[in-house]
């Protein structure tokens, strides 16, 4: 996808609704907040209960439930930023990806994969695993902060670029499935080889 539009004034977390997720992280968090934001949140699960709830109590956050990936990706595009608070290990955390493509920086708890992902400081930042004060200390700073947080994007953006985009990936792939052919050809020409010596042999 392209790159996304100036940040209107929400953060958005995208995901399953679950424990491991960090979800009651992300809501705890929200309540904290002295300086209000608007949170949307999209995906479906176990938890989705508790998001409704929270929707109903708090003006400040909005259950969208779970959506298409266009209409995720048009969220995406006109947040501020992405929240991942994930207390277990992400094997990918392609949510973070969706983010960078839409020039969004990502706050991320500092776990896994999260902390080679976004790089704290330069694509987002990190907030101590299962810690909603933490987490909203760090959303309070890019509340205050919308220059460096467009920064960090446009930094996520030429990261998604280099490393992620369809482009390059595609060459990496054809790379990998030569690599493969050329390994089959050579163990079968060995293959090869050491039945004709054993014919000889005989």
Not at 184 to 195: C, D, P, S, Y
């Amino acid at each position: 996808p392209g790159p996304g539009e100036p940040g209107r004034g929400y953060a958005v977390f995208v995901g399953r609704l679950s424990p491991e997720k960090g979800i009651e992280t992300l809501l705890e968090a929200w309540q904290r907040l002295a300086r209000k934001m608007t949170l949307r949140i999209m995906g479906d699960g176990p938890l989705s209960p508790l998001v409704e709830a929270a929707s109903s109590r708090s003006e400040m956050i909005e259950y969208l439930g779970y959506k298409p990936w266009a209409d995720v990706m048009d969220v995406i595009a006109g947040a501020d930023f992405l929240i991942m608070p994930s207390v277990c290990y992400e094997s990918f955390g392609l949510a973070i990806i969706e983010a960078f493509a839409k020039s969004k920086p990502v706050i991320a708890s500092q776990l896994g994969t999260m902390i080679e992902f976004v790089k704290d400081d330069y694509t987002g930042l990190h907030f101590e695993v299962g810690d909603p004060d933490d987490l909203a200390t760090k959303v309070a700073w890019a509340i205050e902060h919308p220059a460096e947080m467009e920064i960090m994007g446009r930094n996520a953006r030429a990261v998604y670029l280099g490393r992620y985009g369809a482009e390059r990936n595609y060459r990496r792939l054809m790379e990998i499935y030569e690599s493969a052919v050329n390994s089959a050809r050579g163990r079968e020409r060995n293959h090869t080889r050491v039945r004709s010596t054993q014919s000889l042999s005989l």
